[in-house]
């Protein structure tokens, strides 16, 4: 299905590269951030579609970092090269939000109001709940390993 715009980004080195498809604008979707000491440490900003797409290729699988925390239901994927953190993934359903600072378009999302949530005290089931209702879809998952140098 073909979204109205694309929103392409990449961890410092490149990669990690993900594009973000969707009918709305950066002002539309929205940036967002939380309390927890993590997305704190990482000033990560958060930006997602129910009703879009993502698309995530890894050129090598070795240096992803996949950081699992607190109910250990998402993996916080940073890159090893580089140290970006790109943003939580959920496998099962496959959902993701993106940290706007990895986006070419970054600065139109900075532009938003920031929304700050407060997460402690959230039940499992109730944080499951919010996920699958407000974070997006992962389509395409590809890590590619790098071609061995000459």
Known sequence: MS??????????????????ESDKTPSELGSRTDTCSFCAKHHAIYTSDPGGEVHVSVRDA????????GTKTADFMLCRAC?????????????????VNVLAARAAFLANHLQVADFDGESLEARLSRRRARWTPVRSFLCVDAAPSL
């Open 3 to 20: 979204r109205r715009f694309t929103y392409l980004g990449a961890c410092h080195c490149q990669n990690f590269e993900v594009r973000l």
């Open 62 to 69: 070795s240096l992803v970092q996949r950081y699992r925390f």
């Open 83 to 99: 140290g970006v953190f790109v943003g939580p993934y959920m496998p099962e359903p496959a959902l993701a939000v993106i940290n």
